[in-house]
């Protein structure tokens, strides 16, 4: 089997992507954030408070033929950004750009977090991330990948995500059209369940390129990159009036400043990052004071290789075993 389905930008800012997805019988439609960086699979449902809820399409459990409560079990979350939600658990028919698990944990939301239900545009998370992360409880559950693996024409999902258009997700297969070139596969730690891989290195603009170990994670659900401080440093160094905003939280700068690309090494590739990525957004509509879309990761804990890095590549996610990301120009 293979699946296709269209990644579209929510915002102009390509703050995060939905994709579409098609829960029980008959199909009930809803817009997912996949995110590779968790593996809860979570959506809005008729067990959200009306409260909570503001346009989100919902799953209503009891409107499908073919749900099942998985009795007993629970999960809760809690994201990167603070984000959090928790609830109860379905087995249901799931579908993706024609690729369909009959029996996929479908987590209901009972309680979402104000973020959530600010974001209208998001209906739920599709978690990409391993297994292991899951937080169902007691049974943890697997990822609509994990289930459709065994299906798969190839055991690999790939992303291409795009800058203010629809990207894709691709299941089972890898579609030389989207790419150009060779595809670069470095080793994948799974630990502690994130799609982590090393960088080779870093150059900002033309500068010469500095080989160095650069160990984070792939990470779709994340809008920005989240750097080393002394990479990030050197990056802005180069940029007229940035100054690191504790006010707004992370780097800023007029948005009139030429911004440098900023290039990442994989392997002997090596991937450049334009500067309309990087200047990320006003602050503020309409503002001149610009937010950058690289950040020190120093908060963190973890560097993470968010959208505004896989808007510039094509990025295979090779789910056989043992695992490896592969990159490559598009
Ligand atoms: C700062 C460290 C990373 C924070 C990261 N969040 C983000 O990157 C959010 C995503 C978002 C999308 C739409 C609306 C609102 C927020 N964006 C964000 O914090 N910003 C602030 C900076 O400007 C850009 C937008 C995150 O928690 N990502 C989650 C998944 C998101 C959770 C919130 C909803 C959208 C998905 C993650 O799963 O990728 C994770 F790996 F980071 C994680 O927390 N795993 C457990």
């Known amino acids: ?37 968790s593996s809860d699979l979570w959506v809005f449902s008729s067990h959200t408070p009306a409260s909570q809820v503001r346009g989100q399409e919902i799953y209503s459990p009891n409107k499908s033929s073919t749900a099942k409560l998985l009795e007993g079990h629970t999960w809760s ?17 799931f579908t993706v750009g024609g690729l369909s698990v009959a029996q996929q944990a479908v987590q209901t939301a009972q309680q979402v977090s104000s973020s959530f239900t600010s974001e209208t545009n ?9 297994s ?27 992303v291409d995500l795009k800058a203010q258009a629809a ?27 994130y799609w982590t891989f090393t960088s080779s290195g870093y150059a900002v603009g033309s500068g010469s390129f500095s080989s160095q170990s650069i160990t984070g994670i792939a990470d779709t659900g994340t809008s920005l990159v989240y750097l080393p401080t002394a990479i990030v440093t050197a990056y802005y160094r180069q940029v007229s009036g940035a100054t690191n905003s504790r006010n707004y939280g992370g780097y800023v700068f007029p948005c009139s400043s030429a911004l440098p690309t900023f290039t990442f090494g994989v392997g002997d590739a090596r991937f450049t990052i334009p500067s ?23 908060g963190l804990g973890i560097n993470i290789w968010g959208d ?23």
């Open 77 to 93: 979350i809690t994201y990167g950004d603070g984000s959090a939600s928790r609830g109860n658990v379905y087995v249901d028919n």
């Open 122 to 130: 998001i209906d739920g998370l599709l978690g990409l991330g391993f």
């Open 276 to 298: 309309s990525y990087i200047s990320y957004s006003p602050i503020a509509p309409g503002s001149s004071t610009c937010f950058g879309g690289l950040q020190s990761s120093s």
């Open 132 to 158: 292991t992360l899951n937080t169902v409880s007691p049974k943890s559950q697997l990822t609509f990948f994990d289930n459709a693996k065994a299906s798969l024409d190839s055991p690999v999902f790939t």
């Open 308 to 330: 505004v890095a896989l808007k510039a590549a094509f990025v295979v996610f090779n789910g056989a075993n043992p695992p490896t990301i592969g990159w490559a120009k598009k």
């Open 1 to 37: 089997d293979t699946g296709s389905a269209a990644a579209v930008p929510i915002d102009d800012v390509d703050i995060a992507y939905v994709t579409p997805v098609t829960i029980g019988t008959p199909p009930q439609t809803l817009q997912l954030d996949f995110d590779t960086g």
């Open 167 to 193: 990207g894709t997700y691709d299941f089972g297969f890898i579609d030389k059209a989207k790419y150009t070139g060779e595809i670069t596969y470095v080793p994948v730690n799974t630990n502690p369940g």
